[in-house]
């Protein structure tokens, strides 16, 4: 199984200032073949099930506001929030679809400094 | 706009079978573009995929290994619904269980929409 490992466990920022989550899959999850990452991150608010922001390492979701982007390729990725509003807080999953059992980091969780 | 509607009981003793349905609205379950799948997620745990049923000319099933030998995912074609299975739950089993579609059309399998979610509880 890929065992997906996510950094910070958590991280309070200010508002309007920005948020960095780091996920890193324990082999490549980059197909070569056709040169994609195949690697989602979700958002996830209390009582809410997960909402697909970003999937293939970069592409944002019809909807999801351009301050969210997904960087890295291989093994190391990023999802950033370059200018946090209140309603980001929530917590952050990366997922890997490369292969079966499809597995998930074990969140991030953001906060409002 | 596709929506999965979950059911389903959430309180259990142990020993005893699991099972939640997932009611599809706006697709197909024998959408040969889609895959039909459950996640739980525990704070033990967290999110862990189960499983999927997925119709490619047959049926077909693929399970997680954690599961493997107590999990029956299945196909409703006449309600368009899938169903979970789970035999013989512990309180291990205590999750919230998601249903979720993966549009594999796109090349992908990331999930999207999800279920409302279900609580279930394994209790003596």
């Known amino acids: 199984d890929i065992v997906m490992t996510q950094s910070p466990d958590s991280l309070a920022v200010s508002l309007g200032g920005r948020a960095t989550i780091n996920c890193k899959s324990s082999?490549?999850?980059?197909?070569?073949?056709?040169?994609?990452?195949?690697l989602a991150w979700y958002q996830q608010k209390p009582g809410q099930p997960p909402k697909v922001l970003i999937y293939?390492?970069?592409t944002r979701e019809s909807g999801v506001p351009d301050r969210f982007s997904g960087s890295g390729s291989g093994t190391d990725f990023t999802l950033t929030i370059s200018s946090l509003q209140a309603e980001d807080v929530a917590v952050y999953y990366c997922?890997?679809?490369?292969?079966?059992?499809?597995?998930f980091g074990p969140g991030t969780k953001v906060d409002i400094k | 706009q596709v929506q999965l509607q979950q059911s389903g009981p959430g309180l259990m003793k142990p020993s005893q079978t699991l099972s939640l349905t997932c009611a599809i609205s706006?697709?197909?379950?024998?959408?040969?573009?889609?895959?039909w799948n459950w996640i739980r997620q525990s704070p033990s745990r967290g999110l862990e995929w189960l499983g999927r049923?997925?119709?490619?000319?047959?049926?077909?099933?693929d399970y997680a290994v954690s599961v493997k030998s107590r999990i029956t995912i299945n196909p409703d074609t006449s309600e368009n619904q899938f169903s979970l299975q789970l035999n013989s739950v512990t309180p291990e089993d205590t999750a919230v269980y998601y249903c979720?579609?993966?549009?594999?059309?796109?090349?992908?399998?990331?999930?999207?929409?999800w279920g409302q979610g279900t609580l279930v509880t394994v209790s003596s």
């Open positions: 082999q490549s999850v980059l197909y070569s073949s056709n040169n994609k990452n195949y």
């Open positions: 979720a579609r993966a549009l594999t059309s796109t090349g992908g399998n990331w999930f999207d929409p």
């Open positions: 293939w390492a970069s």
């Open positions: 997922q890997q679809y490369y292969s079966t059992p499809f597995t």
């Open positions: 049923t997925y119709y490619r000319s047959k049926w077909y099933n």
């Open positions: 706006g697709d197909s379950v024998s959408n040969n573009g889609a895959t």
